[in-house]
């Protein structure tokens, strides 16, 4: 069984600050990877993603993640943090060879501060 | 216009009523979801349908039902709404592939008083 889990529900950094969020993971196949990013009043919508291939993954607006498999982690990274970052970001993970059928982490609040 | 949209987007009701929240598609993708999603606990998935005639239900079914009209709507219904399904919810579509992203619409803000 699949399972995410996000460390920490909030996380503040200052504008221009370097943003770490975690993600760790439990999958007893390969897993895909996600990275999402909620603003307020809206839904989802895909920051980047890891398949397979190379384990540094870009996205967009800056982010980049790396899936480290003996860690079994994927933490999200931005060098320098912008207000327009605040938002909710949820890890996902889903199974290869199996039902796709994606499993989120609780969340992870953002806070920029000025 | 957007790819997936929800109607309506924000809802008050009352306990005891049927409540339907419809959702619709123009990704052209054959799977599509339901979640709901509460402070502190993420996105939890309540049904799903992998084409119109294969509908299966996730970790919170209890109290919900779902409708796949088409191939590009999905409806859900709280048949006897409660307080406790007070919550944001979100329809969401992705393609056959494992690898492939999920598309989320807007979101339905459902208060039960």
């Known amino acids: 069984a699949q399972s995410v889990t996000q460390l920490g529900s909030h996380v503040s950094v200052s504008e221009g600050a370097l943003v770490l969020l975690r993600c760790n993971y439990s999958?007893?196949?390969?897993?895909?990877l996600f990275w999402y990013v909620q603003y307020p009043n809206q839904g989802l919508q895909l920051l980047l993603k890891y398949t397979t291939g190379a384990t540094l993954v870009k996205g967009i607006n800056g982010f980049e993640a790396e899936f480290k498999k003996s860690e079994t982690s994927f933490h999200l990274t931005k060098p320098s943090a912008h207000m327009s970052d605040a938002a909710e970001y949820f890890c996902?993970?889903?199974?290869?060879?199996?039902?796709?059928?994606?499993?989120f982490g609780r969340g992870t609040s953002l806070i920029v501060h000025p | 216009d957007a790819d997936v949209t929800q109607t309506p987007r924000n809802r008050i009701t009352k306990t005891g009523k049927r409540i339907m929240l419809e959702c619709s598609q123009t990704?052209?993708?054959?799977?599509m979801y339901w979640y709901r999603q509460d402070p502190g606990l993420g996105l939890r998935l309540i049904y799903y349908?992998?084409?119109?005639?294969?509908?299966n239900k996730g970790e919170i079914s209890d109290g919900y039902s779902v409708s796949r009209q088409a191939q590009a709507k999905f409806s859900l219904s709280l048949e006897s709404a409660i307080p406790n399904q007070t919550a944001l919810y979100f329809c969401a579509t992705s393609s056959f592939s494992g690898t492939d992203t999920q598309y989320f619409g807007p979101g339905t803000r459902l208060t039960v008083l």
């Open positions: 999958s007893s196949v390969p897993p895909y």
């Open positions: 990704k052209g993708h054959d799977r």
């Open positions: 349908s992998f084409d119109v005639k294969d509908i």
């Open positions: 996902a993970v889903s199974e290869s060879g199996g039902s796709y059928i994606p499993t």
